[in-house]
């Protein structure tokens, strides 16, 4: 059985939990454990010691992109495991930790607006992480599948560049290749859980059934990037979810209220709520 808790997220319904822009879950399923992305800081940690859960013994860790409000909290996770012998795995696409602001390139040079990186020192995650880059679908443990890198097809709508990035020294436009999600297996079909799906949330269920080779989509889980996407992308990924025939979902953070009207048997989660899957 998956237990999905939500660490953080950008609403709250208890007074005695941090909401805050972002997304942080903890996934659990028997022992296997993995925490999916932080949030912007420490917040994710204070609430979990309020809902007496204890992270300084986790062993995996993902991130599903780069974004500040997904991967601000690394160095506030990394200093509550630095006691330990064994350094937890974080496993993400290679991309994590290149330079991101929210801007354009202009004249061939870039104007730079907001910082969108979570400006991590990557000598000092990879001291107390193990860090553990691909592209390619990794599984985790026994029960839980990274996606890597996910493919894009441009039937889809959404996927495209968001800000820009430095690439091998220079700045392009940024497509945030590695934006990517986390899927669990059970009775009822795949459970695919998200960050922003900046990559296209058709672009990753389709990813997952190519790579599990099951067509079930029980539920998705996770931020949609659709708070303010124009109505024929939404139209269509509506009419995906039900062609798909996905059974539930629970898109929160960036899919904005906006995003969830369109999305067919949607309930909204906050910080602090748990979903259990069998």
Request: hydrophobic residues 35%; neutral net charge; charged residues 25%.
């Amino acid at each position: 059985m998956l237990t999905l808790t939500v660490l953080i997220e950008n609403n709250s319904n208890r007074d005695d939990l941090i909401p805050a822009k972002g997304l942080s879950l903890l996934l659990e399923d028997g022992e296997d454990k993995v925490l999916l992305d932080t949030g912007t800081g420490s917040d994710f940690l204070r609430n979990a010691e309020t809902l007496e859960i204890q992270l300084s013994n986790i062993d995996h860790v993902v991130l599903s992109h780069g974004h500040y409000d997904h991967a601000g909290g690394i160095p506030a996770l990394g200093n509550l495991v630095s006691s330990r012998q064994n350094r937890p795995t974080l496993t993400c696409h290679p991309d994590c930790f290149i330079e991101r602001h929210v801007g354009k390139i202009t004249n061939g040079k870039p104007v730079c607006i907001r910082k969108l990186d979570a400006g991590l020192n990557e000598h000092d995650v990879r001291e107390k992480f193990l860090v553990r880059e691909s592209k390619d679908p990794l599984l985790i443990e026994n029960k839980f599948l990274f996606l890597g890198e996910i493919p894009r097809n441009s039937h889809f709508k959404g996927g495209g560049a968001f800000g820009i990035a430095r690439h091998n020294g220079r700045f392009v436009e940024d497509f945030l290749y590695d934006d990517t999600g986390v899927v669990w297996k059970g009775k009822d079909g795949l459970v695919i859980i998200t960050g922003c799906s900046h990559s296209g949330i058709c672009n990753i269920i389709t990813r997952a059934q190519e790579v599990t080779g099951e067509k079930r989509i029980a539920a998705i889980v996770g931020g949609l990037h659709l708070r303010t996407a124009p109505i024929p992308q939404l139209y269509q990924i509506r009419n995906f979810f039900k062609k798909a025939k996905v059974q539930k979902s629970f898109a929160c953070h960036c899919t904005g209220r906006w995003g969830r009207l369109w999305l067919p048997n949607n309930t909204a989660i906050a910080t602090g709520d748990t979903l259990t899957f069998e």
